[in-house]
């Protein structure tokens, strides 16, 4: 069985995913009180009902209703890192996620209802296509791994030739397989495309697919059950691997432009945090997974190389370039009806000092 060998990062699906959602709650009494749970005492002076409030978003929600933050943001929401900063300029935060994934987090942007979402790029690159006025300032993880899983049966990403595949058409795994697919000289029309979500594992399993294109959290799954094997990761390239982005209102962030400051740094803090804590990463992933997937497979997962450096919030070249291929794939396949320059909807005002 070949192991899923990819960069050190973080990839959360909506699929089983858990995350602690974490806000600032305010003390209302004059009188000090003690929280019975942690014997912390609280008195007035720590209330935060002055505190301004940003709304921040990701792409679902759990069985508990708990909101669910992709890529390092998931870390740094656990951590209680974008509470303590947000709250040292003035701000409480408040979380929402979307059963619909990007497609509601979309929607509450658009409504006023959100000021910050951290989510997928192409959900990112299709508000901005849609003329809305928002900027990219913050990278959660640049490199999520995508890759292919196929039977035994089939050897190499050639032998996909003729077999039925299930991806989820208009996302970043359809784009990666388009890819893959082409670098080894095949395309889209030689394999039958079975456009599915949360019921590929069932199909796969069944025998009604020979391969699934998708994030490893759904091979982790099959391979307990020794279904298969992997044949095509995305390794560590900066283009087909998929984002997860951190954009903001543009009439929000000039308003309030320290809120850029800090979520930017709580995600630095996310960073070396993971960097002191390699155990503990792991450890804490597979807790937020709700048992769903091992400390083995985070461990796996982050084999590609040493360091977390997909974590760095900071806009770099590299990731512009990302956002823009996959702008001009999804303008290619229609996804989109208007060009995008993405250079047009960054924010790199904050960097590294």
């Excluded at 209330?47 to 870390?75: C, F, H, M, W, Y």
């Excluded at 910050?116 to 849609?130: E, K």
């Excluded at 998708?214 to 984002?243: C, E, F, M, R």
Aim: aromatic share 8%.
């Amino acid at each position: 069985m070949r192991k899923w060998k990819t960069a050190k990062r973080i990839f959360t699906m909506s699929v089983l995913a858990a995350v602690l959602g974490l806000s600032t709650v305010g003390c209302s009494s004059n009188e000090e009180s003690k929280n019975a749970e942690t014997g912390k005492n609280t008195s007035v002076e720590d209330t935060t009902e002055d505190l301004k409030v940003v709304r921040i978003s990701g792409p679902g929600v759990d069985s508990n209703g708990t909101v669910t933050l992709p890529g390092a943001a998931q870390l740094a929401q656990n951590q209680g890192f974008f509470e303590e900063e947000l709250e040292a300029v003035g701000y409480k935060v408040e979380y929402s996620g979307f059963q619909n994934g990007g497609v509601g987090v979309n929607e509450a942007l658009a409504s006023g209802e959100t000021d910050i979402a951290v989510y997928g790029d192409f959900p990112a690159v299709t508000y901005i296509s849609n003329g809305n006025d928002a900027k990219i300032f913050a990278i959660s993880t640049s490199k999520n791994q995508l890759g292919i899983y196929a039977n035994n049966d089939i050897q190499s990403v050639k032998d996909l030739k003729g077999k039925k595949v299930g991806t989820m058409i208009g996302t970043n795994a359809y784009y990666y397989l388009e890819k893959e697919l082409e670098e080894n000289g095949l395309s889209l029309e030689d394999v039958e495309i079975v456009n599915a979500a949360t019921d590929v594992i069932s199909l796969f399993s069944s025998g009604e697919i020979d391969a699934i294109c998708n994030g490893p959290q759904l091979y982790w799954l099959l391979d307990a059950q020794k279904a298969g094997h992997v044949i095509s990761i995305s390794g560590d390239s900066d283009i087909l691997s998929t984002s997860h982005v951190v954009l903001g209102r543009t009439q929000f962030l000039e308003e309030n432009p320290e809120v850029i400051g800090a979520i930017v740094k709580a995600l630095e803090r996310t960073k070396e945090w993971a960097e002191a804590n390699e155990d503990a990463v792991y450890e804490t992933l597979a807790n937020l997974s709700g048992g769903n997937y091992s400390v083995d497979n985070y461990k796996d997962y982050y084999s590609f190389e040493d360091g977390f450096a997909d974590m760095t919030p900071y806009i770099q070249d590299k990731d512009i370039e990302h956002l823009q291929t996959i702008a001009d794939f999804m303008l290619k396949n229609q996804y989109i009806k208007s060009e995008v320059d993405v250079s047009k909807s960054i924010d790199d005002s904050i960097q590294a000092q």
